[in-house]
């Protein structure tokens, strides 16, 4: 005859007990916690819930925060007539998606120009990087977050890339223009 159903010693762990219910071992189990100073010991259940919380397919590949979306930053070097040309991919929360577009932005202000062909396509690609940050600050505030997000740093005005291009650029084609200044 078998026992009556109630918790019983572990079969597979000495350590706790599993749930016989009169005819076979279940799978609930619970563990015996240290038995306090006065009083008898406290059963823990082992688990609490079956609904554990799933990573996001479509979170942020960073910090798993939604909601993000596939986000593409490009940018550009140019050294005299070679140039090169990096994309930046991938699926972002708002807070992520700034941080690459800081980072991508503030490389090409610095480094686009400086090629013949990167002084006509640099433009184009700073334009492309707005449009694209622009559509990601359009996600809504991140929530669900389980990693720390890309530290954002300071914004294009606290960089030196925008002051390299809104000063450094003008400066060099002046002294450029002078060096050939029909005399
Ligand atoms: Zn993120």
């Known amino acids: 005859v078998a026992p009556p159903a109630g918790w019983y010693t572990d079969p597979s762990d000495s350590a706790g007990l599993r749930w016989w219910d009169g005819q076979q071992w279940t799978t609930a189990t619970r563990q015996l916690a240290p038995a306090p100073p006065t009083g008898p010991a406290i059963l823990v259940p082992t688990q609490t819930s079956t609904t554990a919380v799933r990573a996001d397919p479509h979170g942020c590949q960073v910090c798993g925060a939604g909601p993000a979306r596939a986000t593409k930053f490009r940018s550009v070097r140019g050294m005299i007539v070679l140039f090169v040309w990096r994309t930046h991919c991938g699926r972002w929360c708002r807070d992520c998606a700034e941080a690459k577009f800081r980072e991508a932005q503030n490389f090409t202000l610095a480094w686009g120009w400086w090629g013949f062909f990167t002084l006509f ?35 294009l005005f606290h960089r030196p890339g925008i002051w390299i291009a809104l000063v450094g650029l003008p400066l060099a084609f002046i002294v450029f223009g002078l060096g050939h200044w029909p005399s």
């Open 121 to 155: 396509f640099t433009p184009v690609v700073v334009g492309m990087n707005l449009y694209e940050n622009s559509k990601a600050q359009g996600l809504a505030a991140p929530t669900n977050r389980r990693a720390a997000p890309l530290p954002k740093g300071g914004d």
